[in-house]
């Protein structure tokens, strides 16, 4: 079954700080993951975008990285801020068919002064 | 940066009644998803459209949802009859021709059955 499993469910740290988000999945065929940012209320805005060939990618403070071995994913935030508060949420896209993007849970971030 | 633009942001709309939901995709996108996403769970998975018609469905897309492209620029997702459980942010995302684009969304519209 195709599912996609992000920890932990909420994270709160203060600003200035990192922090790790996990992401596991069994999605197969794979063709790529995605992390999205999705403020309360909005819609999810993609980070970044990784294809099988790739093992990390950057986007200014953020980092994703992926293990296509182990189908795990981590999202990495340098220097945390207050913006950062949100959902992450982790998306994997198979290779057959149009519904092809996987949803995971998601992180709920609170970053606190 | 282009982007997906959905109207209205927030409806209301008694139980029963009809709502259309609208979006307008990137220009030069070739396929048309509605996600739902009920307060608190994941986003899921309802449509998606490509060349005129519905390509793929879930389960939660019977036969009170609708979509359309009545033109070259709007996609449409169509209630009939709304029901309590309909209450959820609706997403529309369009990509273009491969699967390893992305896939942008639009910020949603707040649907809230009373």
Known sequence: KNQVEQSPQSLIILEGKNCTLQCNYTVSPFSNLRWYKQDTGRGPVSLTIMTFSENTKSNGRYTATLDADTKQSSLHITASQLSDSASYICVVSGRTGANNLFFGTGTRLTVIP | ?114
């Not at chain 2, 997906?4 to 048309?32: D, K, W």
């Not at chain 2, 739902?36 to 897309?61: A, H, P, T």
């Open chain 2, 1 to 114: 940066e282009p982007e997906v633009t959905q109207t209205p942001s927030h409806q209301v709309t008694q139980m029963g009644q009809e709502v259309i939901l609208r979006c307008v995709p990137i220009s030069n996108h070739l396929y048309f998803y509605w996600y739902r996403q009920i307060l608190g769970q994941k986003v899921e998975f309802l449509v998606s459209f490509y060349n005129n018609e519905i390509s793929e469905k879930s389960e939660i897309f019977d036969d009170q949802f609708s979509v359309e492209r009545p033109d070259g620029s709007n996609f449409t997702l169509k209630i009939r009859s709304t029901k309590l459980e309909d209450s959820a942010m609706y997403f529309c995302a369009s990509r273009g021709d491969s699967i390893n684009y992305g896939y942008t969304f639009g910020s949603g519209t707040r649907l809230t059955v009373v």
